[in-house]
């Protein structure tokens, strides 16, 4: 069981059905995160790191294990209560940056604060110091689609963080962009967790985009190592 603000991953497995095979992505997996860590997750394409991410979000339930972050076990909630507590404690920050292209940057950012009963004047209050962080600030009524690739990965930051979560989450987040706005992307992501004191997961095939995590994990074989 995890302390408040720790995360504990235990025995954790997942398959998924591959033909009339299950397909071994995750095998006894273990691993614990102090609170404040940035910790990076390497592994090939298709080595599991999305699912891993999944599973810690609570999108995902594994086949066995516990997934104990600020001393409850996700895996034993059901799909309302890990919906609630996902929305509440953990920011996401994705591949393919899932914006809603209706939304403006702005509408983007407090989606998750109304989503979570707050009032809309409230969640712009709670939004603009983190739009102003990213540098968009004067991008807040624009639309998805007027933004730059880069731009639009600071969106989906601010939209992730905006609701002071626990832990924040980010998968392959660079994976779309070209190397120096990728390195910028990764350098805002995070010093705003660590100005925060948040815990940051990021997966990624990439080794430079690790340089900066105070530890490094590998995804092999369905397993976490500490080395390849």
């Not at 860590?37 to 594994?62: H, Y």
């Not at 034993?76 to 953990?90: C, K, Q, S, V």
């Not at 350098?187 to 997966?203: C, D, M, P």
Request: charged letters at 25%; hydrophobic letters at 40%.
């Amino acid at each position: 069981m995890s302390e408040n603000g720790f995360l504990h991953l235990e025995n954790l497995s997942k398959s998924y059905p591959e033909g009339a095979q299950q397909r071994i992505v995750l095998k006894d997996v273990n691993a614990s995160f102090a609170p404040g860590e940035f910790v990076a997750v390497l592994g090939k394409s298709g080595s599991g790191k999305s699912t891993l991410l999944n599973l810690v979000s609570g999108i995902d339930r594994p086949d066995r294990g516990s997934i104990w972050l600020d001393g409850r076990d996700l895996a034993a909630l059901d799909e309302r209560r890990r919906t609630l507590f996902r929305r509440r404690n953990i920011g996401f920050v994705f591949q393919f940056l899932n914006l809603i292209p209706t939304l403006t940057v702005e509408e983007n950012v407090t989606l998750p604060l109304e989503l979570d009963g707050i009032a809309v004047r409230q969640a712009r209050r709670r939004a603009e110091p983190l739009l102003e962080a990213v540098g968009l600030l004067d991008r807040r009524d624009a639309f998805p689609d007027r933004l730059s690739g880069g731009e639009q990965q600071r969106v989906a930051i601010a939209r992730a963080l905006v609701h002071n979560p626990l832990l924040a989450l980010a998968d392959e987040p660079t994976g779309n962009l070209d190397e120096e706005t990728g390195r910028q992307v990764l350098g805002l992501l995070n010093r705003l967790t660590r100005q925060a004191g948040k815990n940051l997961i990021l997966v990624t095939h990439n080794a430079e985009a690790a340089g900066d995590a105070d530890r490094v994990l590998y995804l092999q074989d369905g397993r976490l190592t500490v080395r390849e």
